[in-house]
């Protein structure tokens, strides 16, 4: 099990909330130019409440973790949500509204989020693409900036987010639902391959066009492609996570994406303390915390070739009494990484250490145990292929610290 960073408890401004020494609540006012990937409603079959919804789950974990949260948003594809302004067009059972848009404007909601994500069916051609039948100029990176320009002026200091979300599974499914195990594999293939290196053409563009923005992503759609293609959820029938092609899910899928849109927005694990309903499928359930623990390596191990993170504003850190220091007191040289490469820690540091490496998707590849912090010499294995990996330093205490290793 991949134990996640301990909750940043230190004082700094993220994300529109404030996060202070002994201060447990945060609030986020969230509002999502969103279409079914997000909220898929009604589903072919009923659930009890919202629960084939994103902003459902959301509002649940950050109950549980002590948190606000509240919630607007409309329906449609980018081009749509770029005829501005945009008005209030979800409700929900429990969550709480977080606009009124027939009573007051846009700027009198004070959104801290914006929750936005482009159709997974235009990745067949690049982000900078006109749409086809539109006017030659609205592409999916125009659309965007129109919204984050609009949004700036209501409120400049709010948080947009990416939602990288699934591709249309139809391609993958020679007319059969669910998939086979095979076309199964080869979407998720595509889910982390051609499809996750358009969102991120689609994210750097938006970065270059708009530097003052404050635009991150969160690569929903990859992470659970990893979690779903290996164990143990794996075993999982499709036909319990996809009601069809599209592909809208059902419950458990919902609350897989919502796993992964709560660590981003709220810089945090999702609580411990959640216990998912039995909607929820019960390999998701049994394995909660493992499951939270790998998706937050995941968010961690983000980033963009300069090593910023693509995720969060300013990455969690631990408070002084969890972390083994900051990582810039850890070396690990060289750097990128040729046959070996060595561990150089803070000299008040006594072992034994746990070492483990992650890949980009957060996934354990490799973990030893150390004595001493000095000097460790560690050779590479043939299976950590040239990229980015994350080193998880974790010492008898549970405290941690990360390292960002480059394999050339």
């Known amino acids: 099990m991949i134990r996640p960073l301990l909750r940043t408890l230190s004082c700094l401004l993220l994300l529109g909330s404030t996060y202070a020494i002994g201060a447990q609540n945060m609030s986020i006012k969230n509002f999502i130019f969103g279409h079914s990937l997000l909220d898929h409603r009604p589903p072919a079959i009923p659930t009890p409440s919202d629960e084939t919804t994103v902003p459902h789950w959301l509002y649940l974990l950050a109950e549980a973790a002590g948190h606000d949260y509240s919630v607007a ?49 235009m990745q067949w051609q690049g982000p900078a693409e006109p749409y086809p039948g539109e006017d030659g100029v609205l592409s999916p990176i125009t659309a965007t900036e129109a919204i984050v320009d609009w949004v700036r002026q209501e409120e400049d200091t709010v948080a947009v987010y990416i939602y990288e979300n699934w591709p249309d599974m139809a391609p993958y499914l020679n007319g059969n639902f669910p ?3 095979s076309a199964f594999a080869n979407y998720n293939d595509y889910t982390r391959g051609a499809f996750h290196d ?15 923005a404050r635009i991150r992503m969160i690569p929903v759609g990859p992470i659970i492609a990893d979690l779903l293609s290996v164990a143990p959820l794996n075993s999982i029938p499709l036909g319990e996570l996809y009601e069809d092609d599209a592909p809208h899910g059902r419950a458990s899928l919902y609350f897989l994406a919502s796993l992964v849109t709560y660590m981003a927005i709220y810089a945090e694990e999702a609580p411990a303390n ?34 910023d993170s693509r995720v969060f504003f300013s990455t969690p850190t631990s408070t002084a009494t969890s972390a083994i220091h900051s990582a810039e007191e850890w070396r690990v040289f060289p750097n990128p990484v040729g046959e070996y490469f060595t561990l150089l820690g803070p000299e008040e540091i006594s072992g034994p250490l746990e070492l483990s490496l992650l890949d980009i998707h957060g996934r354990l590849l490799w973990q030893n145990q150390v004595i001493a912090v000095d000097r460790n010499l560690i050779k590479r294995e043939a299976a950590w292929t040239a990229g980015r990996y994350s080193l998880k330093i974790r010492d008898r205490n549970g405290r941690e610290v990360y390292k960002t290793l480059i394999f050339q």
Do not use: C, K
Not at 74 to 86: I, K, S, T
Not at 198 to 205: E, F
Not at 291 to 303: D, K, P, Q, R
């Open 73 to 121: 948003g409309q329906y449609g594809f980018l081009p749509q949500h770029a005829n501005l302004p945009p008005f209030s067009q979800w409700g929900y059972d429990l969550v709480p509204p977080a606009w009124e848009s027939d009573l007051e404007p846009f700027s009198a909601a004070d959104f801290s989020t914006i929750l936005l994500t482009a159709g997974n069916f």
């Open 198 to 212: 358009w969102w991120i053409d689609y994210q750097d563009a938006l970065l270059a066009a708009r530097p003052a």
């Open 179 to 181: 998939p086979e195990v």
């Open 274 to 307: 959640f216990v998912p309903p039995a909607i929820v499928h019960e390999l998701i359930t049994n394995n909660y915390a493992q499951l939270v623990g790998e998706i937050w390596a995941a968010l961690l191990a983000f980033n963009t070739d300069e090593n």
